[in-house]
């Protein structure tokens, strides 16, 4: 299959290392504003962030991509034409960082057994070739790293260790300890307790009030732990009931109004709902039928 004019197609290679100069575009790239990537689902299934061929090209002969890579730190590779661009979008492919991706149509997700299309997520489906066009959708394969994760790990084998040399910590750390523990299952005893007595409160209000008491009404509402606590108490309020006058007051239509619309019906709905419209003298009338339902 030859490539449109102006385009090309490169073969996808996989295994071998990563090179450091890809990684240092990747890392630049990624998130990148002017590359504007968006969120999507590739497969149907995993999330994959994605971007078109024109807004690589254009993160890379972009002035901000120029002078980043004046500074040596930063590793980023010199890049002059859209020729040296397609060079580097296919360092990028062979190296696995990014992944060719044909984006599919509402109908077309649809007509895939297993498959719902979601309106806020466009899917996408893996691509055999990369083909250079402005218009052609990528995915990434790569992630920025944490760049705390040494801290982390740190912290946590540092956790681990302590927590092993627990006998050979000193009196007064374990005595402390053991203060602590038992302070925070009294807390939670305490919470137990409370919220058993304020059911039992609940109960007898029930009975005794006109209105349900409760204590400490917010105990298990979505808020802060100091929120759960106010206010004390408060009596819950009953659920007002619409009466049957009300409903029909609300739904029937107002007589001499102005702006009424009426619904216009076909001649199989006319059948249906028994409706008729006749004309007379320059005038005209509704003459509707109401059908009843007779139980047999």
């Known amino acids: 299959m030859s490539a449109p004019p102006g385009q090309g197609q490169v073969q996808i290679q996989t295994g071998g290392q990563r090179s450091p100069a890809a990684l240092n575009i990747a890392n630049y790239l990624f998130q990148n504003s002017i590359l504007k990537q968006r969120s999507g689902l590739l497969d149907n299934k995993t999330d994959i962030e994605f971007f078109k061929y024109k807004r690589f090209e254009r ?111 000193p009196n007064f750390m374990r005595r402390g300890v053991w203060y602590l523990s038992m302070a925070a299952l009294g807390l939670i005893g305490l919470f137990f307790i409370i919220a058993i007595i304020r059911l039992i409160i609940y109960i007898i209000s029930l009975v005794a009030f006109p209105k349900p008491f409760w204590l400490f009404p917010n105990l298990f509402a979505d808020c802060g732990v100091i929120e759960s606590f106010i206010p004390f108490y408060g009596w819950e309020e009953p659920k007002k009931k619409k009466s049957k006058k009300s409903k029909m007051s609300s739904t029937k239509p107002s007589n001499g109004s102005s702006n009424e619309i009426e619904p216009i019906l076909t001649s199989k709905e006319k059948s249906a709902t028994g409706s008729e419209t006749h004309k007379s003298n320059g005038e005209s009338k509704n003459r509707k039928v109401t059908l009843e339902e007779v139980a047999e």
Do not use: C, M
Not at 75 to 93: D, R, S
Not at 100 to 120: C, F, Q, T
């Open 59 to 169: 993160a890379l002969l972009s002035d901000d991509y120029r002078s980043k890579q004046q500074n040596p730190k930063n590793g980023l590779i010199p890049i002059a034409n859209a020729q040296e661009v397609q060079k580097i979008f296919v360092l990028l492919i062979q190296n696995q960082l990014i992944l060719p991706i044909n984006k599919l149509h509402y109908s077309e997700v649809k007509a895939i057994k297993g498959w719902k299309p979601i309106r806020d997520k466009p899917t996408f489906k893996r691509a055999d070739k990369a083909v250079i066009d402005p218009k052609s959708y990528f995915g990434w394969l790569y992630t920025k790293p944490n760049p705390y994760i040494l801290l982390y790990s740190i912290l946590a084998i540092a956790g681990i260790f302590t927590v092993i040399l627990f006998p050979l910590w």
